[in-house]
């Protein structure tokens, strides 16, 4: 498969650029919605909108072993299903700060298992952009985080095992990438509909009340144009952002492309000066590293 010099770069900074857009508009909601459900509902509409996209494009369905369809499926269970609601969880518990600071450990994770897994050594430039790109973003996302009297482990474990399943994800996703000629819209499905599954099979089982409540449902649309706002953060978010992380992982390494989507807080940050929020020297700086970083990747 041929492609453009960087293109797996650079969708990965279009994902995190991307994810940042979606970020403000799901804050613009203001739904109180329980965080397991909201992951349920914007998986669903997000498996229908790539379901209608494959069917317009008329691309047929990937020839892959058994052992691939599982792989696939199951970096979507890890990464999406598992990840993402500790992620939620450790959020509620320590904050993002604390969450982002741990989650820092993903791309050197990533990069770690794609070298015992799958064989992707990276080279001392990439690590150091790695390394580089990560120090920028936790300068940036630790400076107003609280102090605390004492540590939350519970909310730090979860924190850190979102940061696995993560790595694991993305390691598991890429190695069927590359060892098949799947397009990244037909992986971007079959990652996420195997985590709404997962989603629909467990939480009726463990909080039906979460999903036959019409309370959790009419939330979603009690700030004005709700459902309008929340279907345009999931096309942009869920729908794309995981289109163009599937891209990445075919294009680039695992841990590159981890590390590039983890600079969405520093475009969030971009997109609050344009709304005239004040930016601190501090985050300045830490987004001049952060770019120093990323410019590793592209030398």
Same mark, same amino acid.
């Not at 209608?52 to 890890?78: K, M, R």
């Not at 981890?258 to 600079?263: A, D, E, G, N």
């Given at each position: 498969? +041929? ?11 279009? =994902? ?9 508009? &799901? ?37 892959? +072993? ?20 500790? &992620? ?25 298992? /794609? ?10 430039? !990439?690590? !150091? ?11 940036? *996302? ?15 474990? $979860?924190?850190?095992? =979102? ?24 992986? !971007? ?11 629909? +099979? *467990? ?30 953060? *999931?096309?942009?978010?869920? $729908? ?7 891209? /990445?992982?075919?294009?680039?390494? =695992? ?39 990323? !410019?590793? $990747?592209?030398?």
């Amino acid at each position: 498969m +041929t492609s453009a010099p960087f293109a797996g770069e650079i969708a990965a900074l279009a =994902a995190a650029f991307i994810w940042a857009v979606a970020t403000m508009i &799901y804050a613009r909601t203001g739904n109180q919605s329980p965080a397991l459900f909201l992951n349920l509902v914007k998986g669903t509409i997000a498996v229908a909108m790539l379901s209608l996209t494959v069917l317009i494009l008329g691309e047929t369905c990937p020839d892959l +072993t058994v052992s691939q369809w599982l792989w696939l499926a199951g970096s979507g269970i890890v990464g999406i299903s598992i990840g993402d609601s500790a &992620y939620f969880s450790a959020i509620k518990r320590v904050g993002p700060s604390q969450t982002l600071l741990v989650e820092s450990l993903a791309p050197p994770l990533t990069g770690v298992l /794609a070298l015992c897994f799958l064989h992707e050594a990276i080279g001392f430039w !990439a690590w !150091a952009g790695i390394f580089l790109t990560m120090s920028g973003i936790l300068w940036v *996302v630790t400076e107003h985080q609280p102090q605390q009297k004492s540590l939350n482990l519970p909310g730090l474990g $979860f924190a850190a095992l =979102a940061a696995l399943c993560q790595a694991t994800g993305m390691v598991m996703s890429r190695q069927v990438m590359v060892t098949s000629g799947i397009t990244p819209l037909w992986a !971007a499905l079959i990652r996420l509909a195997a985590a709404s599954l997962v989603l629909w +099979t *467990v939480l009726p089982l463990l909080k039906p009340e979460v999903v036959l409540r019409r309370a959790c449902w009419r939330s979603i649309g009690t700030a004005r144009n709700g459902w309008t706002f929340f279907t345009l953060a *999931v096309f942009l978010g869920t $729908f794309l952002g995981i289109w163009l992380q599937q891209a /990445a992982l075919k294009l680039t390494g =695992a841990a590159i492309a981890q590390t590039l989507i983890s600079v969405s807080p520093l475009f969030a940050l971009g997109l609050a000066v344009l709304f005239g929020h004040k930016v601190s020297r501090r985050s300045v700086i830490g987004a001049l590293v952060t770019l120093a970083g990323v !410019a590793l $990747f592209f030398r």
